[in-house]
């Protein structure tokens, strides 16, 4: 099937869907990236605007220590979001759990906007850290159970897409509302967004896989032919679900439609195998301690660490303030660049996961991204003005080849039905970790090392680089979990 043919194939309620749901990423680069453009206003570090406006300041006088804690305390609460929606999503459902990270969302940023000192600002940042912790967990799952089969790689890289959206809407807002007390609109912004995607989450609808596992396969089948339309084929992807549950599918419909007795008896039995759907979910030390598991655990965490301390939340988080000496009054302006960018590129190469495969994508990906790094010290340090944006371009792009969109995608690939949930949350805490990590240190680090600070980040791209060559397995392709890690499979 070519591409012009499954694009007209796709539904408006898929697309629907799919849009809702990504609200929750673009919320994640929102609240990642708001206080890189309006910092200097933020920090009092202008001395016209050291006024107040009602009862509130107009600035809030921070260090770079502090500073740094403001930042970071958002991936503290992305840590707690992480680690507890695996959980929810495997129990409660991906729907539920998302409309419940839209309550994080929504408050966060009325208690960053409303901020009257450090203190508060921090605990809102921490807020919406939870929400957008659990959002970038459940919502790579929910998109790779109601995606087309054959472009799951292609629809995962959504997340990332929508996370680039994000951070470009922020710098956009930042561009034109960095003075007075205008920083606090932008931080506001992001519950207005919040707000709109749970209403929007109302009219949408559960995982029909997740359904399935639930133990109601008609109402899963229902719910599939919703979301892909009445003319498209769905029984192969019904098939794939597994064998049992097909099976049910047609036997319970007949059993609908030959006697309205059975579906006291369908429904209970249903409910039973809901029930142990639920107990068969295995937690976060399930998963570590569990034969198979535990090898995926260990690439998912790895991956994440990659995409965090290769970088580009240096550039995402601190980048105006970073060159703002080099590039004096365009940094701002280079930065609202780079978020455009960033989003071409992550789109335009979305359909590399399923050309080139996910292993493919992240080595170019981390291979550009070191070379880009050398090329941002060298500029940095030898004040070519000219080299340094080129680097921040070229550095950019190259993580929107891989390293943006595959990592959320991977970790679902990587295991079984049962694992997914633990999974993406074992995946998303140290991705949040080492973005702590970056947000608390790398202000410390570029004040004492300048430019140098991106040798470091070189050399831990080239370290990644050899790590997923050699350890990560491929799984473009591939339909069980036996085949992703060259298993023989084994027989009851």
Request: aromatic residues 10%.
């Amino acid at each position: 099937m070519d591409s012009r043919s499954w694009f007209q194939d796709l539904t408006p309620y898929f697309v629907y869907t799919l849009f809702v749901a990504t609200l929750g990423p673009l919320l994640f680069g929102f609240h990642l990236s708001e206080l890189n453009a309006p910092e200097d206003v933020i920090r009092c570090k202008k001395d016209s605007i050291r006024a107040t406006a009602g009862s509130l300041p107009q600035c809030i006088e921070m260090d770079p220590t502090q500073w740094g804690v403001v930042g970071s305390m958002y991936t503290l609460g992305g840590l707690i979001g992480a680690l507890s929606a695996g959980p929810l999503a495997g129990r409660y459902g991906r729907r539920r759990t998302m409309q419940i990270t839209t309550f994080f969302f929504s408050i966060g940023p009325v208690l960053e906007a409303l901020a009257p000192n450090i203190g508060v600002l921090a605990f809102g940042r921490m807020v919406s850290g939870v929400g957008a912790g659990a959002s970038v967990v459940v919502v790579p799952i929910y998109i790779s159970e109601i995606a087309p089969p054959s472009q799951k790689g292609f629809f995962g890289a959504f997340t990332q897409v929508m996370c680039n959206v994000g951070i470009l809407v922020t710098q956009l807002l930042g561009y034109f509302l960095s003075h007075g007390s205008y920083w606090r609109v932008i931080l506001a912004t992001g519950g207005v967004i919040g707000v709109l995607q749970s209403v929007g989450l109302i009219f949408s609808v559960e995982s029909p896989k997740y359904i399935a596992d639930q133990g109601n396969p008609t109402q899963a089948k229902r719910v599939l032919r919703k979301i892909r339309g009445h003319d498209v084929d769905i029984d192969d992807e019904i098939s794939d679900w597994g064998a049992e549950n097909s099976g049910e599918i047609d036997e319970e419909e007949q059993t609908l439609l030959q006697d309205e007795d059975h579906m006291s008896h369908n429904s209970d039995a249903s409910a039973s195998k809901g029930q142990k759907a639920k107990d068969d979910v295995l937690s976060i030390l399930d998963v570590f301690s569990h034969p198979e598991y535990r090898q995926a655990a260990f690439a998912v965490i790895m991956v994440m660490l990659a995409q965090q301390l290769s970088g580009i939340n240096s550039i995402v988080m601190y980048g105006v303030s970073l060159l703002a000496d080099l590039l004096e009054s365009n940094s701002a302006l280079l930065n609202l660049g780079v978020s455009a960018i960033n989003i071409a590129v992550t789109a335009g190469c979305a359909p590399l996961a399923d050309k080139l495969g996910r292993k493919t994508c992240l080595l170019i990906s981390l291979a550009g991204m070191g070379i880009s790094s050398v090329l941002l010290a060298v500029g940095i340090l030898e004040s070519i003005s000219i080299l340094s944006a080129v680097a921040v371009l070229l550095f950019v792009s190259s993580f929107g080849v891989g390293l943006g969109p595959v990592p959320f995608i991977l970790s679902s690939e990587l295991v079984g039905p049962d694992a997914v949930g633990a999974t993406q949350s074992i995946a998303l805490g140290a991705n949040w970790i080492a973005t702590f990590v970056v947000a608390q240190f790398f202000p410390l680090a570029s004040a004492v090392l300048h430019g140098k600070v991106y040798f470091i980040f070189a050399a831990l791209s080239a370290f990644f680089f050899v790590f997923i060559l050699w350890f990560v397995p491929e799984t473009k392709g591939n339909r069980t979990i036996d085949e992703v890690w060259g298993r023989e499979r084994r027989e009851d």
